[in-house]
């Protein structure tokens, strides 16, 4: 069994699987626009790491210049609850303040 930790940890991984996920295909340059702060180089590693552990799939389009999208897998989509979790989590631990 994988180390689920090296299959989605690091600061990155979880930010692309859930925007893949929850909102879908996206493009390569999409993906940059939504993550704040993540750099070409390592993003395009950590899509490739995330692809070859079989959660990402990419598609290549033959055009000039070529365009590249990015789907979560069903494997990937298996992860969805555990998101869920995550979040619920988050919500109950830092509730709204009050104005």
Request: hydrophobic share 40%; charged share 30%.
């Amino acid at each position: 069994m994988p180390d689920i930790a090296k299959l989605i940890g690091g600061k990155w991984k979880l930010i692309i699987l859930q925007i893949l996920v929850f909102r879908g295909m996206k493009r390569f340059n999409e993906l940059r626009r939504m993550i704040d702060g993540v750099t070409q180089t390592m993003l395009t590693k950590q899509l490739r790491a995330l692809e070859a552990d079989g959660l990402v799939e990419r598609k290549i389009y033959p055009e000039v210049p070529p365009r590249v999208e990015y789907t979560a897998t069903k494997r990937a989509h298996e992860l969805q609850e555990m998101f869920m979790a995550m979040h619920d989590w988050w919500v109950k631990e830092n509730p709204p303040q009050k104005k």
